[in-house]
C-alpha cells in the first residue's frame, strides 16, 4: 500500500546513544514533517521539508537534526539521546505545500530513552 | 498561527450521529479548515478540510459557519471504530501545520 513508512517501530536507547529514525514516503510528496507525541498530549512539531533540499525548524527542534536525503526520505536523528526524548514520533508527507492538501502520516516510532 | 478550541471530550452513541464542534474565531480570509482523527495506537489519519462551503466525503461531513468562525465535523452514523480522539486544524500561508489537544470522542455500544 502507498503511504508512508517508518523505521524502526520500536527502539529502546541508553541515555547519550545516538540513533536516526527513517522515514520513506511512495507518493511523490514535496514536504514531509516530522512530530513527536508525548503521552496524553497533541502532537508538536519538531522539523519540516517543505521540499527536496530545504529543512526548517519546527516548534521543538533541540536534541534533533534532520536530513532530506531525497525526494522520498526524510530521516530525524538524535545525536546524544536524553529520557526528555522518550516519544512516540511521526512521520508525515503532503503533496505540497498549499493549503488545501492534507498531511499522511506513518504509523510512529515509539523510542524509550533509559 | 490562528488557533482552534474544541472541547476535551464527548460521548455519543453507537449509531447516531455526532456534531464535534470547533471555534475559530481569529480565522483569517486564506485558512483552510483541517480535521484529522486519531486512532489509539496510531497515527492522525487526514479526515477533510474546506474553505467557505460545507463539504462531504465517505468519511464525515463539514459544516462552516457562514462568518468562518466555526466548524462542526459530523459523522453521520457513528460506530465504535469511530472512536478517537479528533483535531480541529487551521492551515495558513505557512507551509506547516501545528495540533492543538483535540476532542477524543467516546463511543458508547
Known amino acids: 500500500n502507498a503511504g508512508v513508512t517508518q523505521t524502526p517501530k520500536f527502539q529502546v536507547l541508553k541515555t547519550g546513544q545516538s540513533m536516526t529514525l527513517q522515514c520513506a514516503q511512495d507518493m511523490n510528496h514535496n514536504s514531509m514533517y516530522w512530530y513527536r507525541q508525548d503521552p496524553g498530549m497533541g502532537l508538536r512539531l519538531i522539523y519540516y521539508s517543505a521540499s527536496e533540499g530545504t529543512t526548517d525548524k519546527g516548534e521543538v527542534p533541540n536534541g534533533y537534526n534532520v536530513s532530506r536525503l531525497n525526494k522520498r526520505e526524510f530521516s530525524l536523528r538524535l545525536e546524544s539521546a536524553a529520557p526528555s526524548q522518550t516519544s512516540v514520533y511521526f512521520c508525515?508527507?503532503?503533496?505540497?505545500?498549499?493549503?488545501?492538501?492534507?498531511?499522511?502520516f506513518g504509523s510512529g516510532t515509539r523510542l524509550t530513552v533509559v | 498561527d490562528a488557533k482552534t478550541t474544541q472541547p476535551n471530550s464527548m460521548e455519543s452513541n453507537e449509531e447516531e450521529p455526532v456534531h464535534l464542534p470547533c471555534n475559530h474565531s481569529?480565522?483569517?480570509?486564506?485558512?483552510?479548515i483541517h480535521w484529522y482523527r486519531q486512532l489509539p495506537s496510531q497515527g492522525p489519519e487526514y479526515v477533510i478540510h474546506?474553505?467557505?462551503s460545507n463539504v462531504n466525503n465517505r468519511m464525515a461531513s463539514l459544516a462552516i459557519a457562514e462568518d468562518r468562525k466555526s466548524s462542526t465535523l459530523i459523522l453521520h452514523r457513528a460506530t465504535l471504530r469511530d472512536a478517537a480522539v479528533y483535531y480541529c486544524?487551521?492551515?495558513?500561508?505557512?507551509?506547516?501545520?501545528?495540533f492543538g489537544k483535540g476532542t477524543r470522542l467516546h463511543i458508547l455500544p
Open positions: 474546506g474553505l467557505t
Open positions: 508525515a508527507s503532503s503533496k505540497n505545500r498549499e493549503r488545501n492538501y492534507g498531511y499522511t
Open positions: 486544524i487551521l492551515r495558513n500561508r505557512d507551509d506547516k501545520i501545528i
Open positions: 481569529t480565522i483569517s480570509g486564506t485558512d483552510y
